[in-house]
């Protein structure tokens, strides 16, 4: 009852009041060179330049190396310009004050710091970021495991050691729900539980299913190393592994298993750590800030508009009227801001969970998405290194992947025949079976997301524009039922992706 009633004190006045809570801050970041988190660090900066320190933990051999990443990487930056220009000749000066690069893992004790380091960061922080995490769907399980996991565990111990800390926020995903199916609730997991011994004990309340615990994936993950010689064949190995795991206790990937399982650590260690989780959903380019169509990297969605742009992917093993659930980072970026002022006001002990995501309040089909693709690059086709301009199909849909294989080698076959006006030579046989078989396994990990059957409710985001003042809703959109996606995938994000992401990239 009494957060209740200093929300509606805030309501009254100015909201959660999101620029006077960073004002003066102490901030640890992990993964501060990823896409999100650099989004995060530069609009906090812009919006509020009274905050104090922003440390960002580094993998780098050495201070000197740990400067040169945050200069070439952050503050050389395209997403910062508008940062820039807002200070002018004061630019450098101002941003060397805030950011301060830090020598670290994530995944190592201390967070990989040295003592001194780790114990002046720990006296002086008020809030930690934690943004570190691999992503990669079918990473070996080991790898996954130590960022994933290992690296909430170590970010936990040393949050402890953080006396004035008011707030851990941790990103996770929306897909570390795995196959929970329908509207899924803004619920924390807790150590040993899983999505297999959900659906079973819905089921039959009285049957047993094995507890997923962090001990025993580690204990599996150390017995196979010692038991291997083969480093080749261990990579296979731990990657095999993690699929079947995550497989086993009801997930897709080797990503969102871990993922989850970072989760629970988190919850099982927080005690009485104030913890926000984010879980966005597949994020794509900035909607509005700095500018629209900023991005960094590949995501989820861009490599099958890609490839579908240059004719080389012209089906899909998915369901055409299956949700895509997309969020723009900076509305990523500003849910998490206004999420952490909140809670950072309220400094109570509890576990908060959010989820950033559009599917259940402004949905959006894999049909509609290609639909819009196919409309941009039909007015835009591709050009390639002949300069011959490259004709999309309407995208076809099916739910076998030996349909898909077949398709795609027809189509490819055809394409080559009448560009070079006669049969394919062997050479252009084996150069189309090698492509075949890269989309047929590019679709297979895609699968799980192209028939998911899940929308995310976001009754937490919505709390939060009820807190926030009208002002806070103009500088800290975060409304996804404003986005029109035509207009948003068409005029901004393909665009986006093709200046930040494809120039001078081999892909392009």
């Known amino acids: 009852m009494d957060d209740e009633k ?41 919006t509020t330049p009274k905050i104090n320190k922003i440390y960002i933990l580094i993998r780098a051999k050495d201070k000197g190396a ?67 995490a691999n992503t990669t769907f079918d990473e070996r399980y080991d790898l996954s495991l130590d960022v994933n ?26 897909y570390a729900n795995g196959e929970r199916e329908g509207l899924i609730l803004e619920k924390p997991f807790s150590m040993g539980e899983s999505i297999t011994k959900e659906k079973i004990t819905s089921i039959s309340p009285f049957t047993n299913f094995p507890s997923l615990h962090v001990d025993n994936e580690m204990d599996l993950v150390s017995k196979l190393k ?10 296979q190995i731990m990657k095999n592994v993690g699929v079947e795991r995550a497989n086993l206790y009801g997930w897709q990937d080797t990503y969102t298993f871990t993922k989850a399982i970072g989760e629970m650590m988190i919850n099982n260690m927080r005690h009485d750590i104030p913890i926000l989780i984010i879980r966005p959903s597949i994020i794509t380019s ?5 500018f629209p169509g900023w991005m960094q990297g590949f995501r989820t969605i861009d490599p099958l508009i890609f490839f579908y742009r240059k004719g080389d992917l012209p089906c899909l093993l998915g369901d055409p009227n299956g949700l895509v659930d997309l969020v723009p980072v900076d509305m990523v970026v500003n849910a998490t801001m206004a999420a952490m002022a909140k809670h950072g006001n309220l400094q109570n002990r509890q576990l908060n969970i959010y989820h950033v995501a559009s599917s259940s309040i402004n949905p959006v089909s894999f049909s509609q998405i290609f639909d819009y693709s196919y409309n941009f690059f039909k007015l835009f086709p591709f050009v390639n290194k002949k300069g011959d301009k490259c004709e999309v199909k309407k995208m076809r849909f099916f739910d076998k992947i030996l349909d898909v294989e077949n398709y795609i080698w027809e189509v490819l076959s055809k394409q080559h025949e009448v560009q070079n006006g006669k049969e394919l030579t062997k050479i252009q046989i084996r150069l189309i079976k090698k492509k075949v078989e890269y989309l047929k396994n590019f679709s297979k990990l895609h699968e799980p997301y192209m028939f998911y059957k899940g929308r995310f409710d976001n009754g937490n985001i919505r709390k939060l524009m009820e807190d926030m003042s009208e002002e806070e809703k ?3 959109e975060i409304d ?8 948003y995938i068409e005029k901004i994000h393909i665009l986006g992706v093709q200046k930040y992401v494809l120039e001078g990239n081999r892909i392009n």
């Open 480 to 487: 996804v039922t404003k986005i029109n996606w035509r207009n």
């Open 226 to 235: 010692n038991n291997s010689t083969n480093n080749i064949g261990l990579e």
């Open 474 to 476: 103009r500088s800290f």
């Open 149 to 174: 996991v290992n690296g909430p565990y170590q970010l936990m111990t040393f949050a402890k050691k953080c006396k004035n800390l008011k707030l851990l926020m941790h990103y996770s995903t929306a």
């Open 286 to 290: 900035s909607y509005k800030e700095p």
């Open 6 to 46: 200093e929300i509606i004190s805030q309501k009254a006045n100015n909201g959660i009041g999101i620029v006077e809570f960073f004002e003066g801050k102490n901030i640890l970041v992990t993964g501060g060179t990823g896409f999100l988190a650099k989004a995060l660090i530069e609009k906090m900066l812009r």
């Open 66 to 132: 740990a400067f040169n990443r945050l200069k070439s990487e952050i503050i050389e930056s395209k997403l910062f310009k508008c940062l820039e220009e807002m200070h002018g000749e004061y630019y450098k000066p101002f941003i060397l004050n805030k950011l301060i690069p830090v020598v670290g893992n994530i995944y190592e004790p201390n967070l990989g710091m040295d003592i001194i380091t780790s114990q002046q960061i720990a006296q002086q922080i008020d809030l930690i970021i934690d943004s570190a």
